[in-house]
């Protein structure tokens, strides 16, 4: 996992997780506290909900990327950057300045007069946008998006995300955001869901990963709560993210963010990360899905994912008969059963190749263990 400056500010996994606060300057935006068209009131929103709560990074949005709002020309955006430029000048704190647009000549023209990175919300719709990120040697957070700067975040299917986010390549300080929310009609909540139980693998990409779930629909649906009372879900899934992977968690709640992200990070599983003349790095995989997307990256069989991941399944109220299949279906293979002293209770453990194999071998002894065996065979990714 490479690690990405933001004009100073390291973001990757040997950094603590980066806060993003959000500065809207369109009046548009559907978070009203977030809301202002008075650069002066703006700064001050910044200095003192934003960067004095915490915040490393200030997105500032000069549209709201809501899908029931006409999309704004560059023309239009740049109309507004003069707003957000006096902002950031009256800011007193110190934290990088993002300024989120899909348009490669407002990102050129923010770049050059104070910001810091770039958020692209069209993930590269505009081809153009690589070439002046790496002009200005800026970060840029690229979303999910199809080819079409009218339609940012619109891919639903969990494959397809992934796929989108390959659009018109990388920059060497690229960061991958999964596009979280109703970017489209079709997009539904349990495709959010997918997402982010599958956060993992978009660090098949060996890139840092920007979230933005800060209260979200699909969270918010899970407690039956609605925007208002929706923090405690967010802190919920900002530590699982952050456990899972990610780097940069985008909010409106930057102080209670930051917490919940500290102990994400902290309750991380440790992995090995040695770097030298030659490095090493054990990866985070918990699914074949996961191992897949990281041998597709060097090009190899995906087929060599299911080796890559060790299940352990325990089986209860055997009988002497079905303890017999299983040791005949792990004899001479590397899956492993391990019986206890009664002789009704076992473990097979193995990677998901070898307990699949395991399972068929010992299917057709009973009714009994070939139903126990049947999710064996079938596993979850």
């Known amino acids: 996992m490479r690690t990405v400056d933001a004009a100073g500010l390291p973001i ?28 002066g009131e703006a700064a001050r929103y910044v200095d003192e909900e934003l960067i004095d709560e915490g915040a490393d990074i200030v997105d500032v949005g000069l549209e709201s990327a809501n899908k029931r709002f006409e999309v704004l020309s560059a023309e239009e955006e740049l109309e507004r950057l003069d707003t957000a430029i006096e902002t950031i000048e009256s800011v007193s704190g110190d934290a990088v300045f993002s300024i989120e647009t899909r348009y490669h000549e407002v990102a050129d023209e923010a770049l050059a007069r104070g910001f810091d990175m770039v958020n692209d919300i069209c993930g590269f ?135 919940a992200a500290l102990i994400g990070k902290e309750f991380a599983r440790d992995r090995v990360r040695t770097r030298g003349e030659v490095s090493v790095e054990e990866l985070d995989v918990a699914t074949t899905g996961d191992a897949r997307r990281h041998v597709d990256r060097f090009g190899g069989d995906p ?33 492993v059963l391990v019986a206890d002293g009664t002789g009704s209770s076992a473990l097979l453990i193995g990677t998901v190749a070898e307990t699949v194999a ?20 079938r596993p979850t990714e």
């Open 12 to 39: 990757g996994d040997d950094h603590p997780p980066r806060i993003m606060g959000v500065l809207n300057v369109s009046k548009e935006s559907p978070y009203d506290p977030s809301v202002y068209d008075d650069a």
């Open 125 to 259: 719709g505009d081809p153009e946008m690589p070439r002046v990120c790496e002009e200005h040697d800026a970060a840029v957070a690229k979303m999910a998006s199809p080819p079409d700067l009218e339609r940012p975040g619109a891919v639903e299917e969990v494959d397809d995300i992934y796929e989108a986010l390959s659009l018109n390549g990388f920059t060497d300080k690229t960061i991958v955001d999964p596009a979280f929310g109703g970017w489209s009609e079709e997009k539904t909540l349990a495709d959010d869901r997918e997402t982010f139980r599958r956060l993992r693998e978009f660090r098949g990409y060996g890139r840092p990963i920007l979230v933005s779930i800060n209260r979200k629909n699909f969270l918010r649906s899970v407690a039956d709560r609605d925007t208002e009372e929706a923090l405690p879900v967010s802190l919920a899934a900002t530590s699982m993210a952050v456990e899972r992977g990610a780097h940069i968690v985008r909010t409106h709640d930057v102080a209670e963010t930051r917490d």
């Open 303 to 335: 087929a060599v994912a299911d080796d890559a991941v060790a299940r352990v399944y325990e089986f209860e109220g055997l009988d002497s008969e079905e303890i017999g299949s299983l040791r005949a279906a792990t004899a001479g293979s590397s899956a």
């Open 358 to 377: 395991a399972a068929q071998a010992a299917s057709g002894a009973t009714e009994a263990l070939d139903a126990a065996l049947s999710c064996v065979a």
